[in-house]
């Protein structure tokens, strides 16, 4: 069994390494991203959507080229577990999703996704040992097609130094950066 | 010269096997990130926040244990070379930033990072070679205090099934999951 070019046991390795711990979502995350791998659709390049920014979005970050600096990894707040790789230039897409039809058929991790069970009531061992040996088969596809302007990062465009902190922003941003037009998370 | 704790080549490396290639924009942010690690605030754990979403993100997920994914990384689409590394608990912070009045002395990478020049008219090697000299000279660094609500990342609570997709969503995101909902990038 391998999670993309990795063994399943060198994955986890990586997931602690990269994320910090071998979270659950996260080894289901390579599940998700190497079945969508192993069914790419025609094309040359693809880019990636995760639809939650919970854990997933490092399995994509690890398997694939796509990353969240690179901007070929778009995030979606729709609290979703599914990862969808689609050809940049057509838009055709593979998405990959925890299919709860299929994961009733895995208890111990039915009810910690669904949050059935307090973390003290959790088997880990059990959930462990449940998505290594589910695997693809909590997972169901669909073919789709991206809408490529909703995904494209935009340019950046021209630069301009900001007269109260004298560093450089995006000029459409303003006559002032958004950090000193009072959107700053510092006080 | 260290990057965190590679040598600066191996640093280069570990850029082009996760970004794809050695961007500049990595390579100034291997240095920011490094002198942010080396200028800590006193605490037992630190949180990541990057004021763009280009390129840098992946500097601080290289170097830090911080991720989009596990959510210690929060990114700010501010359009600005700036990375905060700050305790998750006082939210005492150190800001390393790419200095405008410094960035003069290095012209190459003033006229790349302010766009100065097409693609075509720069320079990659002296760019390159700038990079790496100018190193910690390009930046400067500020103590700022973080104001944790606007960076913790809400939990996402009960999780419901969708009733079109049947897939889980969070509840909180009303009767429907935002894709079904019209928030879709698929057509």
Redesign the interface.
Same mark, same amino acid.
């Given at each position: 069994m391998n999670i993309g070019t990795y063994s399943y046991e060198e994955y986890v390795q990586l997931v602690i390494s990269?994320?910090?711990?071998a979270?659950p979502g996260?080894l289901i995350g390579g599940f998700i991203v190497d079945m969508a791998l192993n069914n790419l659709p025609e094309g040359e390049f693809f880019d990636a959507?995760c639809?939650t920014?919970?854990?997933?979005?490092?399995?994509v970050?690890l398997l694939t080229?796509c *990353? $969240?600096? =690179?901007?070929?990894l *778009? $995030?979606? =707040?729709?609290?979703?577990?599914?990862v969808?790789l689609y050809d940049k230039k057509s838009?055709d897409?593979i998405?990959v999703?925890?299919?709860?039809?299929k994961l009733k058929n895995w208890s111990e991790v039915n009810s910690w996704?669904?949050?059935l069970k307090t973390k003290k009531e959790q088997d880990h061992d059990l959930l462990m040992s449940q998505i290594k040996e589910a695997g693809y088969s909590m997972l169901s596809m669909q073919k789709?097609?991206?809408?490529p302007d909703?995904?494209t990062?935009k340019k950046?465009g021209?630069?301009a130094?900001c007269p109260v902190c004298?560093?450089?922003?995006?000029v459409n941003?303003g006559d002032k950066?958004?950090?000193c037009n009072g959107?700053s998370?510092?006080?």
């Open positions: 990269f994320h910090g711990a979270a996260l959507i639809e920014p919970v854990c997933l979005p490092d399995s970050q080229p *990353t $969240i600096g =690179n901007g070929w *778009t $995030i979606f =707040n729709f609290g979703k577990f599914a969808t838009g897409g998405r999703y925890l299919d709860m039809e996704f669904l949050k789709v097609r991206v809408v909703q995904v990062r950046m021209p630069t130094i004298h560093e450089a922003y995006p941003h950066c958004r950090n959107e998370p510092y006080i």
